[in-house]
């Protein structure tokens, strides 16, 4: 039986070396950069609530918005922020769609948002922000026809791309098998419901605790026996598999645009899109996972869509804080290419 007590001794000793190099990891490891002073009054909306038609949106309490809404930014009821499409009095009604671009995260005010220099350049249009954070094409679809429509507007535009081609990716890193379109955090549920009828709650993911026990020191190792460098050194080009899912990603981002499109005139609003520039500096693969998607979304537009691509923006560092959101003069800047390809 001695052994077996080796056995023991020599696994509690394995146990300690590495908790004790994983917290020594974590000391020496690099700290993350420090909030910018311009996301903190965003902060209470990144979070995620559920939606019945969207997935996830905004609180829908009206306490609730009324607590996170600050002098910064505020939303109303129905999730839109500045000006409100009873507002528009004599003019045309023209709603922005997208993600946290297009909602203005980090902007000084509502009215330095891309919607609130739009209004702020021509007098035609009153243009409401719909922009909501982390949505997709799919969501931008859903909300278009379940309730922008009924506003019955003359325009809509769509500022996105980023959303769709970074979450397809982050589900290929991972081999999550969801379909192109999949929204961000669908992998939250999943986790967390199976076979919602028979109220089957996991509280505990084990996989998911898994991938986080001993973290660094088996990246450590995986880097050791792979010879890889520093996750912001991954070499950038794409492998077959992740090429075959950035196409068909950009695929379904056009035939959801195609869709909004259609809808859209059926209900006599005209429909103008924009893929959004963005600066990914920290992630090789991931910058190459949007380029090559935006090529095929270029490669597959239908030739009646307007689909005008800003990515030519991608170099002016002065207009971004950070891999995508704008500064208030990156939001003008938008607003100004905006109002130019309006009057093509």
């Given at each position: 039986m001695r052994?077996?007590?080796?056995?023991?001794v020599?696994?509690?000793?394995?146990?300690i070396?590495?908790?004790?190099?994983?917290?020594?990891l974590a000391?020496?490891a690099?700290k993350?950069p420090?909030?910018l002073p311009?996301?903190?009054?965003?902060?209470?909306?990144?979070?995620q609530?559920?939606?019945p038609?969207y997935?996830f949106?905004?609180?829908?309490d009206?306490a609730?918005?009324?607590a996170?809404?600050?002098s910064v930014v505020?939303?109303?009821?129905?999730?839109?922020?500045?000006?409100?499409?009873e507002?528009?009095?004599?003019k045309?009604?023209a709603?922005?769609?997208?993600?946290?671009?297009?909602?203005g995260?980090?902007?000084s005010?509502?009215d330095t948002?891309?919607?609130?220099?739009?209004?702020?350049?021509?007098?035609?249009?009153?243009?409401?922000?719909?922009?909501?954070p982390?949505?997709v094409?799919?969501?931008?679809?859903?909300?278009?026809?379940t309730?922008?429509?009924?506003y019955r507007?003359?325009?809509?535009?769509a500022?996105?791309?980023?959303?769709?081609?970074v979450?397809?990716?982050g589900f290929?890193?991972?081999n999550?098998?969801?379909?192109?379109?999949t929204?961000?955090?669908y992998?939250g549920l999943?986790?967390?419901?199976?076979?919602?009828r028979?109220?089957?709650?996991v509280?505990?993911?084990?996989s998911?605790?898994?991938?986080?026990?001993f973290?660094?020191?088996?990246?450590?190792?995986?880097k050791?026996?792979?010879?890889?460098?520093?996750n912001?050194?991954v070499v950038a080009?794409?492998?077959?598999s992740?090429?075959?899912?950035?196409s068909?990603?950009a695929?379904?981002?056009?035939?959801?645009l195609?869709?909004?499109k259609?809808l859209?005139?059926?209900r006599?609003?005209g429909?103008?899109?924009?893929?959004?520039p963005?600066?990914?500096t920290?992630y090789p693969?991931?910058?190459?996972?949007?380029?090559?998607f935006?090529s095929?979304a270029g490669?597959?537009?239908?030739?009646?869509?307007?689909?005008v691509?800003?990515?030519?923006?991608?170099?002016r560092e002065?207009i971004f804080l950070d891999?995508?959101?704008?500064?208030?003069e990156?939001s003008?800047?938008?607003?100004?290419e905006?109002m130019k390809?309006l009057?093509d």
């Amino acid at each position: 039986m001695r052994w077996v007590f080796r056995f023991f001794v020599a696994g509690i000793f394995v146990l300690i070396a590495a908790v004790g190099a994983e917290l020594l990891l974590a000391i020496v490891a690099p700290k993350p950069p420090a909030t910018l002073p311009q996301m903190l009054p965003y902060r209470e909306f990144t979070k995620q609530y559920l939606h019945p038609f969207y997935f996830f949106f905004f609180p829908r309490d009206e306490a609730q918005i009324a607590a996170i809404n600050n002098s910064v930014v505020s939303i109303d009821g129905r999730g839109f922020r500045g000006a409100l499409p009873e507002d528009r009095g004599d003019k045309k009604l023209a709603f922005i769609i997208g993600g946290s671009t297009a909602f203005g995260h980090g902007a000084s005010s509502n009215d330095t948002t891309i919607s609130g220099y739009l209004n702020k350049q021509q007098d035609e249009y009153l243009f409401v922000n719909a922009g909501v954070p982390s949505f997709v094409s799919s969501q931008e679809f859903t909300r278009v026809a379940t309730e922008l429509l009924d506003y019955r507007p003359d325009l809509i535009i769509a500022l996105d791309g980023f959303n769709d081609a970074v979450t397809a990716h982050g589900f290929a890193v991972h081999n999550l098998p969801y379909p192109p379109g999949t929204n961000e955090s669908y992998e939250g549920l999943a986790q967390r419901f199976d076979n919602i009828r028979e109220q089957k709650l996991v509280t505990i993911n084990k996989s998911r605790l898994s991938k986080y026990l001993f973290f660094r020191v088996r990246q450590k190792i995986k880097k050791l026996f792979s010879g890889s460098s520093d996750n912001g050194q991954v070499v950038a080009e794409l492998p077959p598999s992740m090429q075959s899912q950035a196409s068909d990603a950009a695929k379904a981002y056009l035939e959801n645009l195609a869709l909004i499109k259609d809808l859209s005139e059926k209900r006599g609003a005209g429909f103008v899109a924009f893929f959004q520039p963005a600066r990914i500096t920290d992630y090789p693969q991931r910058k190459e996972f949007l380029n090559f998607f935006r090529s095929k979304a270029g490669e597959h537009k239908a030739a009646e869509m307007k689909l005008v691509d800003l990515s030519w923006l991608s170099d002016r560092e002065d207009i971004f804080l950070d891999s995508v959101h704008l500064t208030d003069e990156g939001s003008r800047n938008i607003a100004q290419e905006i109002m130019k390809n309006l009057a093509d």
